[in-house]
Nanobody, 123 residues
Framework: QLQLVESGGGLVQPGGSLTLSCAASGATLDYYAIGWFRQAPGKEREAILCISSIHGSTYYQDSVEGRFTISRDNAWNTVFLQMNSLKPEDTSIYYC????????????????WGQGTQVTVSS
């Protein structure tokens, strides 16, 4: 029912910035918690940030706190991931995901997923 599509990825130099978008259709976002995840080559998918209408945003990675922020648009159609001071280790495929209820850090608890967008941080 709910569909998610990520966009905004690309190649950026270390220290640069990118903003990713997660566009939702089929349902209003305030029924869900929306999380951003990333998966680097050879590594497991990990939660980065999550936002819900009840408790706002939650960080799951110390390495991105202070650099990444999550937000929603006023119409509750799109969630954003603003990434600043990017590092080579941020290179990953980035996914948005949704679940009913509150934010959690485990990817197995999310049942709606986008297809992902590639972010490459390199000189």
């Amino acid at each position: 029912q709910l569909q998610l599509v990520e966009s905004g990825g690309g190649l950026v130099q270390p220290g640069g910035s990118l903003t990713l978008s997660c566009a939702a259709s089929g349902a209003t976002l305030d029924y869900y918690a929306i999380g951003w995840f990333r998966q680097a080559p050879g590594k497991e998918r990990e939660a980065i940030l999550c936002i819900s209408s009840i408790h706002g945003s939650t960080y799951y990675q110390d390495s991105v706190e202070g650099r990444f922020t999550i937000s929603r648009d006023n119409a509750w159609n799109t969630v954003f991931l603003q990434m600043n001071s990017l590092k080579p280790e941020d290179t990953s495929i980035y996914y948005c995901a949704a679940r009913s209820g509150r934010c959690v850090g485990a990817n197995s608890m999310y049942n709606y997923w986008g297809q992902g967008t590639q972010v490459t941080v390199s000189s």
